[in-house]
């Protein structure tokens, strides 16, 4: 088993920020902290950080793998944070590729990884990872699209308990992405996303957005979507919006 070293901050302004400086300490060094004054999120959002309500780390990977399989990293995070929660009581877990992870349609965890150098050799990546937790209620502007472990479950879980066992999975998932490739990782992952197959979403990326319906992943992670004029496209990277004419 990974020996994590968690470093605890009660307040900081971004465990991702932080844990930048670390890029030359153990593989699995951790930051996590009870507040965040700039919580980041993907695509330049900022994420809200309740203070004390949520889990806010970030985890320092030092993986000697090729950064072509990275974006499988992407995923086992995602898979981890829905099976924790599911092991927690959470009813309605689903992942929105690649790894915003949903309970009954709302956002419950977001996951923002970067890569960082430092004059390091070989690759580091800093995997933030956000878990809306205790939080009873969230700003208008969250109010119909966020919710937590707490409004789920109606019950409130020590913070601590969620992160140990997080990290415990994600040190399990990075070891099968270690000794066994992507297979598992993606059949684990078709389990647990409805947004795998078969939904209708636009996809916002880099060079534009684009529609069609969603029909699985390739080796690498990328998903596949077939356009209305039937071409497959693979998409790396971007922002999923389900469409509504399929909504079930
Ligand atoms: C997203 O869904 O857009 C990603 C959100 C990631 C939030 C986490 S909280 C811990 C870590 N530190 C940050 O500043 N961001 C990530």
Redesign the pocket.
């Given at each position: 088993m990974h020996r994590f070293v968690i470093h605890h901050f009660e307040t900081i302004k971004?465990?991702?920020?932080e844990l930048k400086a670390w890029v030359n300490a153990d593989e699995f060094t951790v930051i996590t902290a009870a507040d965040?004054t700039a919580?980041?999120?993907?695509?330049d959002?900022s994420?809200h950080?309740a203070p004390g309500d949520g889990l806010?780390?970030?985890v320092l990977l030092r993986p000697t793998a090729q950064p072509e399989s990275v974006p499988l990293i992407s995923l086992l995070t995602g898979i981890t944070v829905a099976e924790t929660l599911m092991e927690f009581g959470a009813a309605g877990i689903d992942i929105k590729w690649p790894n915003?992870v949903l309970a009954c349609g709302k956002k419950i965890s977001?996951?923002?990884i970067e890569g960082a150098s430092a004059g390091a050799t070989g690759l580091r990546l800093i995997v933030?990872?956000?878990v809306n937790i205790n939080q009873r209620s969230f700003p208008d502007d969250l109010a119909d699209t966020a919710t937590s472990l707490a409004l789920i479950t109606e019950r409130s879980t020590p913070v601590d308990a969620i992160r140990d066992a997080l990290l415990d999975r994600f040190a399990r998932w990075y070891d099968v992405w270690r000794n066994c490739g992507g297979r598992a990782i993606i059949a684990r992952y078709c389990e647990l996303s409805s947004y795998a197959t078969g939904k209708l979403v636009r996809i916002l990326t880099d060079s534009g957005d684009l529609a069609g319906e969603t029909c699985g992943l390739d080796a690498s992670g990328a998903l596949q979507l077939r356009t209305p004029a039937g071409e497959i496209r693979t998409v790396i990277s971007g922002e999923v919006v389900r469409l509504r004419e399929n909504e079930d």
């Open positions: 971004s465990t991702n920020d965040q919580g980041r999120g993907r695509r959002r994420w950080s806010y780390m970030s915003d977001g996951v923002l933030g990872i956000g």
